[in-house]
């Protein structure tokens, strides 16, 4: 064995899935020294998950990488609800619905297998980490953050005397380095007619976790494996799916129930009479179970199917995976189907998969390693659920990582992690059983069959489910960065995420200055004009992940002297020495760098101008002028009509309002346009006076204007 240097990180990411690449995007966006490890040899190249939800594409777009999603994937916009006719008992289409809730987002569903997702993510770390000087000095290709694929963590060790310790490294992991032959997962043997083609059953919850075998294996091996190395990190992410080895180490379990049916998914280009073959179905048979159809792009479709209940963990006996193959898959669905008939020539990828709803006891240890996405969550696939949370618990705890690692806020703040999306992973979990049992269930034959499911329950369940699916309802609880009532109960140590109990009395009953917007929610997005060239905006767009906070004036009718007066004493206070725009950033950093100020006013646009508007608005750079991408206005566009903004967000045109937004684009704060004192007093409940940490500097370079 050749051991390697020991390497000190600031993030260490265990599992490069779904969920640890959008933590590792996250660091590549924030410039954090960070490492990426995952035991297979290759990123997947199809099937798994493949459904985008429209918070999900929202997110992709805020890290710009959201129309490649949007390009190549498959729209879904209707979903068709297939049950046996009542009079006749032959299958009939029963209902359609739309897919997307109408106006809930911008985007809406599309899937695309999860192959293509983790390029995306690859080719912006790539690009970010060398841009931001990650893991070496910036521009240079030596600091970019690759994934180690066959990288295997063996032993992990913990200092907790040095857990509160901001500048220490309390983790310590030996990484070996496996051959490519111990990184590379048997397939399963397939079928004449499944022949050579990828299946998921090794990453699947039916195969046995093979990490104890590999460590084991690479043990053995050790000679012929290349090497080991000890690395030292401050923080650690577990991203590492359900079978979790971070989890293992730390002892947390997942708790909820493994008992329940098992499904074949298939992706094939279907040979098919079925007339809604291009629609999301669901297609309740008489008596031979259930499909969900999802149409995917280059016409491949996905076809869940139930094959058959099981009781692997509660003393039943053991499901034997090796008789499902693709033939028993598309035999059921020809079943469920008939009388239409449905084939295929072509195979893309199949695997079968156990429903079982569990969720993780904790998902932070010290707030210095945590566990994301399937390592603390696991759920039936067919909602569409599963990639989608667990990229967002990543997108959750990302900024905030970054934010503390980089000595901007407090390591309280990491708290909200486990107070925020352990809550999602369990209302998660609540709707994937009821949707599931719904879905599993057989149609009542009539209104006295009690044991059947009534197809009106199920549409009204599918509709309600529809919104919690799109991620678009996320409405996390009180905390210091979420300023609204709320005793933090049930949302892990409620007291000690709370914050200032006034700020969140302020923050509550101002919210009727918006009262279509709801803090704990991510902000909604409306078109608005750029003031200074009128191009239209979504609002969403102007709020880029890129770890920063944001105070979004809407400075009402800047054309009315009294309203005029309120903006100009804001922005003296905003411009002053001690303001939070300038406490809060490091010394040297350019000013939107920890705090964006944007604005937003109704006046009309063409008789007012940014300098209208205080210099802190539209700030000054001495080699680059003035910032004309700050201020906004709610007004007409030439080509693309009225955002309405004001009215959309239920803001007083005349008087306006103040938004703090988090960097993730949840609302923190609203409050009166020119509370100032309120803002300030929010920023100090997570903040670190950078004037304190370094000493008192002038950060702000807008103190000087031409002539
Ligand atoms: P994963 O995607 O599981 O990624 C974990 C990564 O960690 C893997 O790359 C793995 O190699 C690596 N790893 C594991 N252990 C170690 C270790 N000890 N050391 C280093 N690396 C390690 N969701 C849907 O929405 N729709 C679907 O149709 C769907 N189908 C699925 C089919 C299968 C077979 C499976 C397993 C899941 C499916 N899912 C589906 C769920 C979806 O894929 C997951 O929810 C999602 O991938 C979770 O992302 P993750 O990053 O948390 O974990």
Known sequence: VQPLDNSNVDVLIVGAGPAGLMMANWMSRCG??????????TKIFNGQADGLQCRTLEIFDSFSFGHRAWIESNHMLEICLWNPDPETGVLARGDRIPDTIPGISRFQQVVLHQGRIERFFLDAIKEN????????????????IKVEHGVLPTTFKFDESLAEDDEAYPITVELRHLTEEEATPPQKATSANGQGIQDGIFRSNLSVDDTMDM??????????????ETVKAKYMLGADGAHSWVRQQ????????????????????????FPDIRMRCAIHSESSGSVMVIPRENKLVRLYIQLTTTNVEGGG??????????ETIIASAQRIMRPYKIDYHYLDWWTAYQIGQRVGNSFSWHERVFLAGDAVHTHSPKAGQGMNVSMQDAYNLGWKVANVVKGLTKRSMLKTYQSERRKIAQDLIDFDHRFSRLFSGRPAKSVIDEAGIDMKTF????????????????????????????SGKDQGDGTEVLGDENLRVISDSAEKLANKLEVGKRMPSFKILNQADARPWHLQELLKSNGTWRVVVFAGNVRDPSQKKRLDTLGEKLEAADSFLKWCTPAGQKYDSVIELLSCHSAPRQETTIFDFPEVFRPWDDNDGWDYWKVHVDDQSYHEGHGQAYQNYGIDPQRGCSIILRPDQYISWIGEMDDYESMDRFFKGFMIDQRTRQGAKEVVANSKKPG
Request: glycine share 12%; aromatic share 6%.
């Open 32 to 41: 954090v020294k960070t490492r990426i490890v995952d035991k297979r040899g």
């Open 129 to 144: 980490s060398v841009r931001t000087g990650c893991n070496g000095p910036a521009g240079d290709p030596s600091a970019e």
């Open 215 to 228: 460590i084991r294996l690479s043990n053995t091996l050790a000679d012929k494996a290349g090497s080991i």
């Open 250 to 273: 730390l002892g947390f379990k997942l708790e909820g129930d493994s008992t329940d049916y098992i499904w074949g998914v298939l992706d094939v280009i279907p040979i098919t009479d």
């Open 317 to 326: 006996k053991k499901f034997d995976r090796s008789t499902i193959t693709p």
């Open 459 to 486: 549409k009204d369940a599918f509709e309600k489910g529809n919104m919690f699916a799109s991620g678009i309802a996320v409405d996390y609880g009180a905390s210091m960065i979420v300023a609204k009532s709320g």
